[in-house]
């Protein structure tokens, strides 16, 4: 009946490392393989009012360089943009605008804990402010 035990609490310890979400591996050191991020803003009366990651809090998401980042909006239909303010963690303009609902990069950046604040607008609406922070 031990043997058992222990088995079944090993199958369901490795079952909840192999689900464990990528966000967290992202937190800890980087250099492994790169991986891909949706995030998800969420607008109510054209107004961002958080972004989010598979459901968690993303205000201050941690990303390592080769990283993708995909945003995505859902409650407005509005084109909207993100605007790196200090800095901007990918090749190309601070500034972009969606395309087909999407915006995409790849990160690219230096690493540090203060990360990079960049602002979610919609067209003719508000904006947030959140973060990306590279790790080492």
Same mark, same amino acid.
Do not use: K, L
């Given at each position: 009946m031990k043997? !058992? !035990?222990?088995?079944?609490a090993s199958i369901l310890f490795l079952a909840g490392a192999l689900v464990t979400d990528s966000q967290s591996l992202a937190q800890g050191a980087c250099g492994g393989e790169s991986n891909s991020y949706k995030l998800i803003i969420h607008a109510s009366d054209n107004r961002? !009012?958080?972004v989010t990651h598979q459901g968690q809090d993303a205000n201050n998401f941690p990303v390592c360089n080769g990283d993708a980042i995909e945003?995505?909006?859902?409650?407005?239909?509005k084109q909207y943009?993100?605007?790196?303010?200090?800095?901007?963690?990918?090749?190309g303009s601070g500034k972009q605008?969606?395309?087909n609902g999407k915006i995409n990069v790849v990160i690219d950046g230096t690493a540090g804990p203060e990360g990079y604040k960049y602002d979610i607008g919609i067209v003719d609406g508000g904006v947030l402010d959140p973060r990306i922070i590279i790790g080492k």
């Open positions: 043997i !058992t !035990t222990i088995f079944f961002p !009012t958080r945003w995505q909006i859902v409650g407005s239909a943009w993100v605007n790196f303010i200090d800095g901007v963690p990918f090749n605008n969606s395309r």
